[in-house]
Structure formats: structure tokens, C-alpha cells
């Protein structure tokens, strides 16, 4: 796909578009910032190779071809929930509770010692939120990780899970995060954040912390020096107004702390949820959300797409629409993703594999940490498999 500057300025005539795209066009090339109303305009008429090429511009201008993954692993204490959301194929109510599983911080630092001796930088830990998993045992969950493994990296829960705990714990935010943060959390990930307009988050997440509670906390952890990431859920109820709103206030919180590391779109999936009669987004659908993130969040160095939720070949497209993160190995035991009816029914893949696939679409896999300092370009690197494989082939 081109994407210098000069070459789009010579396609755009051939487009014969209208003016408004014209000039979202020239202010994308000029590094100006897109209004609400455009990005509007983008989701409503912005045709699907207009809104790639756009968002290929700004994703070579920023990192040329890196595509960044990173070698992690998930951990989930529990699928039990207090709160029932319509669209997750995942928790399971309090009262249900013996369908789903609670662990204890020993089980869980059992988990975590299955990787010793593994080159993981990561640990990624979210899951349901019940009452027993309350403040002491996340302070001391994280302790513990961090005396066995002191180099490996904690993201660790949402404002879901942290406004439940302070609020049961009688504590502010601020109070709270700093304490998640002496006990050895290094991030939050981006989950929770659903769709912020009242409505829709009410239709489909009523009773879990707002979309003003999610953005305080997520400021309160960006003003203590704990970055994260962001999200959205795309694909179900909302409207196209809707998905601009959300990026519009996380693009403001940017402006203000600088702490978020990416954002993620999160694609709604239709299996074993409340939600079940809805159509899931095309695949088309999904590279343009892509595309416009890119272009409307100019504040964010990193757009990712999920491998295990939207599939490896979509991943690949992606990331000619404006993506350049993968996520990582993965490498676990998630029903998030599979309970939904991801892609991936078992998420995980080596690092040769995130390699091969990145590499495939003529991108460089760049190995990161969490908070994107790079651990080694791979570029040049050739496998033993693959020599092993190479050598079988010719003999």
C-alpha cells in the first residue's frame, strides 16, 4: 500500500472526493487533528481503501514497519461476577458460582511458576469481580509475584475490578492505586471501558463503574506514573456517533497525562451471550474501525489488534489499516476469548509463530515489553525449525 505523502497527494485527485474528505485528507497529511464531525463522517461514508490509506500514512510515519508483540501470559482469578453484562459469554453470577472457578493466591502464583525459567516480561491479570477477591488479596497476590519473580511485569485489572475493591476497601482511587502500585503493579490494561455514552452503557453493562469512573481512575493511575492501555467494544448496540464520542473523551484524557501505551478495539462476539441475535461486524467493518482509531486517537502511538479475538488472517490485514501491535504470545488457558466465539478457541502462539505471521504481510516483528522498550528485532532472525524444516526439505 503507498504511503508516502507525495504519493497520496497524487492519488487523491483520481478519488474525485468530496471537499469535507479532501480536507480530512490534507489534515491527516499536515498532522492536524480530525473533528468529531469528521470522524463521524469517516464511520458514515469514508469509503474502506480511503480510511486505509490514510491510516497506513500515520502508522509508516510513526513506526515505518515495526509491528510490536511481546511474550506474556494471561491469568484469570475468576469467571464468577456480581455484575451480569448482556454481552459477556464469559462470567458466571454469584449464585451460578459452581460453574465457574475462584482461585486462590497460592493457585495463582502456581499458575505463574509454571513460566519460571520461560522468557515471558508479562503477566496479564483480569477477570471477574467477587466479593473474596477483595483489596488484601490483590496486595497480596501481587507481592507475591513480584518476591518470586521480581523482573516479571504486572497489568493487572480494570476500573471494573479497582472501583468494586476501593469502594468496598472505603477507599479513594488515589489511595487505592498508589497501594496496587507498592504492592508491584506496573499497568492496567484497557478493558471495562465497553461504549461511555450513558445509554448504550446502561443497556449493555448496567450496574459496573461508569464511563466517568473508568476515566478517573485511569487519570488517577496515569497522574501516579502507572500507564495503560484503552478499548472499545465495537459492533453491537452503538452507533457510529457513539464510537467517535468514546474516542473523543479518551483522546481528551490523552491530552491531559499522556498515559495511555494503545488503544484496542474490541470486537463484539455473538456466542452464548445475551446478545446472541445480533450480527457480529464484517471483517470490512473491523479494518475500517481500525483505520478511523487510527486516524481519529493522533494522540496515541499504538493501535493493537487482538489476535486471539479477531483471528490471525484479519490480524494480518490489519495491519495495513493503521495497526501496529499484536498483542503477544498469549499463551494460557483463557475462556475470555473462546467462550465468545473468538477466531482462537485455544489462544496462544510462539514467538516464531507471531514472527512468521507478522513477517508474512512484509512488516518487522519487533519483540517489546509492556511498556513498548524494545527486547529484540527479529527481523534477521531465522529459527532452528525453520533451518531444521529448510534442511528436510532438501534432502
Known amino acids: 500500500m503507498v504511503v508516502s505523502a507525495q504519493s497520496i497527494q497524487h492519488i487523491l485527485p483520481q478519488l474525485k472526493l468530496d471537499a469535507a474528505f479532501k480536507t480530512i485528507a490534507d489534515k491527516v497529511l499536515n498532522g492536524e487533528r480530525i473533528s468529531f464531525e ?89 477477570g471477574g469481580v467477587i466479593p473474596k477477591q477483595d483489596f488484601t488479596f490483590y496486595t497480596d497476590l501481587f507481592k507475591a509475584i513480584k518476591a518470586h519473580r521480581p523482573d516479571l511485569h504486572i497489568k493487572a485489572l480494570t476500573p471494573v475490578e479497582y472501583h468494586y475493591i476501593f469502594k468496598k476497601a472505603k477507599m479513594s482511587y488515589q489511595e487505592g492505586m498508589q497501594a496496587m502500585e507498592a504492592a508491584g503493579l506496573g499497568s492496567m490494561p484497557g478493558g471495562g471501558a465497553e461504549i461511555f455514552d450513558k445509554e448504550i452503557r446502561d443497556e ?42 468514546h474516542m473523543e473523551r479518551l483522546r481528551q484524557l490523552q491530552d491531559r497525562t499522556h498515559g495511555f501505551n494503545a ?16 450480527p457480529e461486524a464484517t471483517i470490512v467493518e473491523d479494518l475500517s474501525n481500525y483505520a478511523i ?36 504470545t498469549i499463551d494460557d488457558t483463557t475462556k475470555i476469548y473462546s467462550m465468545a466465539g473468538s477466531e482462537e478457541q485455544h489462544p496462544a502462539m510462539s514467538t516464531r509463530e507471531l514472527v512468521h505471521l507478522i513477517k508474512a504481510v512484509d512488516k518487522k516483528p519487533i519483540e517489546r515489553d509492556t511498556l513498548y522498550n524494545v527486547i529484540q528485532d527479529y527481523t534477521d532472525v531465522v529459527f532452528e525449525e525453520d533451518e531444521k524444516e529448510k534442511a528436510r526439505m532438501y534432502n
Open 263 to 278: 488503544f484496542i478495539p474490541l470486537k463484539f462476539r455473538n456466542q452464548h451471550n445475551e446478545m446472541k441475535h445480533l
Open 38 to 126: 469528521e470522524g463521524v463522517l469517516l464511520y458514515e461514508k469514508g469509503e474502506l481503501g480511503f480510511v486505509g490509506m490514510l491510516a497506513n500514512f500515520i502508522r509508516t510515519k510513526k513506526h515505518g514497519s515495526n509491528t510490536y508483540f511481546n511474550r506474556n501470559f494471561h491469568v484469570e482469578p475468576t469467571n464468577v461476577c456480581v455484575y451480569s453484562c448482556k454481552f459477556c459469554s464469559y462470567s458466571r453470577l454469584l449464585k451460578h458460582k459452581a460453574e465457574g472457578w475462584e482461585l486462590s493466591v497460592e493457585e495463582i502464583l502456581n499458575n505463574i511458576k509454571k513460566y519460571d525459567g520461560q522468557p515471558v516480561t508479562e503477566v496479564h491479570i483480569t
Open 293 to 328: 482509531a487510527r486516524i481519529y486517537l493522533d494522540n496515541f502511538e499504538h493501535i493493537k489488534s487482538y489476535w486471539a479475538m479477531i483471528g490471525r488472517n484479519t490480524t494480518q490485514l490489519s495491519l495495513n489499516f493503521g495497526v501496529d501491535d499484536v498483542d503477544g
Open 204 to 245: 449493555i453493562a448496567g450496574g459496573k463503574c461508569s464511563a466517568e469512573e473508568w476515566l478517573e481512575i485511569h487519570e488517577t493511575a496515569h497522574k501516579l506514573g502507572i500507564p495503560s492501555n484503552a478499548t472499545m467494544l465495537y459492533g453491537h448496540i452503538e452507533n457510529f456517533t457513539h464510537r467517535v464520542d
